[in-house]
């Protein structure tokens, strides 16, 4: 029986790298696409040269794919192909050479400091959705938090007497983040009144309407809603991880900090923060400084 070496290798990506479920998620969606594309072409996978793969992503065009999606591509291609060199399969990689796109420079939106209590004071705390609703948003912002790790957190997860949340991020990587104040009284606010409902069974801290784990879509909702009512229709719960970043960076912490704090294995993507920063800065010169023009 011929073995299924993509199977294989995203085997390997989830058991032996710890890949996160959307990451995982992402690369199954992007060979897959190399899969059918030879089985449609009776080509073997295996034996594919450069010149096929190059082919393969002429093809592809077609779809209109962004430069972002087609680096991912070609990135899945590349860790494929040397997992089946290590695996003696093949003797060189054909897609090592492969040129990635050019991407536009890309500096996430973020709100400013008004903006994120406008939104924090759209939800009603004086039911309990409202209140769970606030407490998200606090949460999110104060540590940071992707989206898929605010679902996963758990009650335990929160040391509220130390202002501690621990969180496992890409990768299943865990990380200790400090949670402000004000969002330690909410967190307080909302488990005093989640107990006085909820059993134990469900250990997630943020649980939907009907009592299970709260989910991505739930979340992007909420963030969505609350965004529109103060006129910003353009965000999502990653705009809290953005604007998290950018407001320590623009007061001064330590980019190393911000690093460990967001959980980025790279520096580099932590230093976008200092360019929006810088162009932060260079707006607010040219619309107040006298000499600026």
Known sequence: MKRDLVKEYLHYLQVEKGLSKNSFESYQRDLAKLTNWAEKNNYDIVQFSRQDLREFLIDLARENLSPTSVNRLISAMRGFYKFLMFDRHINKNPAEDLQSQQTTAYLPKFLNQDEIEKLLQVPDVSGEIGLRDRTILETMYACGLRVSEVCSLQISDVELDSGILTCKGKGNKTRKVPVGKSAVE???????????????????LFVSIYGRPISRQDIFQIVKECGIKIGRDDISPHTLRHSFATHLVQNSADIRSVQQMLGHAD???????????????????????????
């Open 186 to 204: 909410w967190l307080k606010s909302y488990l005093a009144k989640r107990r006085q409902k909820e059993n134990f069974e469900i250990q997630n």
């Open 267 to 293: 520096i580099s993507t932590t230093q976008i923060y200092t360019h929006i920063t810088d162009q932060h800065l260079r707006k607010t010169y040219e619309k107040f400084h006298p000499r600026s023009k």
